[in-house]
């Protein structure tokens, strides 16, 4: 990639601010040893900014701008409904299950399941939970951002591997959840300002220096079936995005799965000083949610225009010959773009790039321990757990977690779009879970015995459909979440012949009133969210 001694500084500086920055709040105050309230979640004690921000850097990884990107690259602005349906989504979880989660004092996501159901069930979803944090999403991060080292600086995979598991591991192992939320709040600011770079640079390459404004029309103009958020049956992406299914399907599975019952998300809305804080970091972070298409999808865009343009490809010169994307190699759109940057910015995008790899990791591996911790170990190993050695075991488990990923990442070489990977795979267990969350927390005739069956019977259900031919990934999640509450429902009324639950939760009128600033802001993201899908039908 060429970087330049300036680059280098650039990214150094990054790597100092951030470790500096982790370690520097990790440090235990005068007279305190860190308990668990403190390593898990932050001490109760994030403001609302804080929690917004760190919200975004958690989500967004390399498989938001390597992966997302490729998405882009291979089919469109239509992946965005990840992203704008994600706002509203937000919103929902803000208000119908913070306030629950909340009001019981949560530590980790099945905890409610134990409070909610039983001890079984919580243990059956912690296992779940931590083998697809380690095999899916903590893997498929490593590989994606070490596929950009590779790309980029031509480090190899292993390395790439090694150096950003060691660089995440340097300041979350030892901090908790302070660390990551107060480091997130840098690496959000690097992120943003990093993707604005890289697009508004894609952009006016593509104009030929005239402009954003008129690059961006020359994206619709040269590649108009990129810019449609609907897909119909003709498109071979359709099976990714099944058209109008996407607004009414399987994808609120998805969303509401991933930013309601993901711990590695809500674990930082569980950390704030109050309901209120928690609720207005959820608006904040639901409206960066409307920006992160033109910051990870417009330059996948971008990239598919620009190697389909033997004019544009001539003006760029030797440099653009390296490591070209294209069909089967989506996901090199954005590693391909960053070696085009000037020196300097190359320092800033790939500061970016690396602040939205870290974070995530970081992230993952403090929920993986958090969960394996206080589910696992404190219920079945150590009932009488010391604070010590809780936030000890926590550490311990962060790190067996971290090389686990590290020996799995290597081995997903070769995957093009590497985005839909995770979200089909997530989407095998992801529907059935959803389905025992929703009505435990609002249909209180829920029985625990229903919800076991429903949540072991969601995974051959979801395989089954997967095997059907013709059947998209998206519609088969919806269909398995249906399947799944319909299996709930029947087994509940079986057991219980229509009564209440002895612990299903009182719904009061009360429990979901929020603030001014809360339900203004939520109906301006809305209007805004209905607004970029009627432009880009």
């Known amino acids: 990639m060429n970087f330049s001694t300036l680059d280098f500084i650039i990214f150094a500086a990054y790597c100092a601010v951030i470790l500096g920055v982790g370690l520097f709040v990790s440090r235990d105050k005068k007279g305190h040893e860190k308990n668990a309230e403190d390593y898990f979640l932050a001490g109760k004690s994030l403001p609302w900014w804080a929690i917004g921000a760190s919200l975004i850097a958690a989500n967004i990884s390399a498989e938001q701008f390597i992966g997302m990107s490729g998405s882009g690259f291979a089919l469109g602005l239509a992946i965005a409904s990840y992203e704008w349906m994600a706002a509203i989504t937000l919103l929902l979880v803000g208000k119908y299950f913070l306030p629950i989660f909340i009001k019981k004092g949560l530590y980790t996501i099945p905890e409610f399941v134990e409070k909610r159901f039983s001890t079984n069930l919580k ?51 030892y901090g908790g959840l302070s660390a990551v939320a107060w480091t997130d709040v840098i690496q959000v600011v690097f992120l943003i300002l990093g993707g604005l770079v890289t697009t508004y640079l894609a952009l006016n390459v593509v104009s030929d220096g005239q402009g954003v404004i008129v690059g961006f029309n020359q994206l619709i103009a040269a590649a108009p079936d990129s810019f449609h958020m609907i897909l119909d049956e003709s498109n071979p992406e359709f099976k990714n995005l099944p058209g109008i299914w996407v607004l009414v399907g399987g994808l609120w599975v998805a969303n509401i799965y991933y930013w309601g019952f993901n711990q590695y998300i809500i674990q930082r809305t569980l950390a704030a000083k109050s309901l209120e804080e928690s609720q207005k970091g959820i608006v904040l972070a639901a409206g960066l949610k409307l920006i992160i298409p033109f910051i990870v999808v417009i330059p996948g865009i971008a990239a598919y ?51 939205a790899v870290v974070s995530s990791l970081a992230s993952m591996l403090n929920s993986t321990s958090t969960i394996f911790t206080m589910d696992i170990y404190k219920q079945y190993i150590n ?27 290597p081995l997903l070489g070769g995957i093009d779009q590497a985005f839909q990977f995770i979200q089909e795979y997530t989407g095998i267990v992801s529907p059935g879970i959803l389905a025992v969350f929703i009505l435990g927390l609002f249909w209180k005739k829920t029985t625990n015995k229903a919800a076991i069956w429903g949540a072991i019977l969601s995974v051959p259900l979801a395989i089954g459909l997967k095997m059907l031919p013709g059947i998209p990934f998206m519609n088969q999640m919806g269909l398995t979440a249906v399947g799944t509450m319909i299996i709930i429902a029947i087994i509940s009324h079986m057991e219980h012949g229509g009564a209440d639950d002895e612990k299903g939760i009182d719904l009061s009128g009360g429990l979901f009133k929020t603030s001014p600033v809360f339900n203004i802001s939520a109906f301006a993201i809305c209007i805004i969210t209905a607004v970029l899908y009627a432009i880009f039908w």
């Open 305 to 355: 225009v620009m190697v389909n343009d033997p004019a544009i490809m001539a003006r760029l010169g030797e440099a653009a010959q390296m490591n070209i994307p294209g069909a089967g190699a989506s996901d090199k759109a954005y590693p391909w773009l960053l070696q085009l940057l000037p020196t300097g910015l190359k320092g800033v995008a790939f500061a970016a790039l690396a602040a």
């Open 383 to 409: 009932k009488n757990a010391t604070d010590k050695q809780l936030v000890s075991t926590g550490r311990i488990a962060a790190g067996a977690a971290l090389v686990i990923a590290c020996i799995m990442a």
């Open 123 to 173: 243990t059956i979803l912690a296992v779940f939970w931590i083998a697809l944090y380690v095999f899916v999403n903590l893997s498929s991060v490593l590989y994606l951002g070490s596929l950009a080292l590779e790309t980029i600086m031509g480090i190899p995979m292993m390395y790439g591997v090694l150096g950003l598991g060691l660089f995440a591991a340097a300041y979350s192992l």
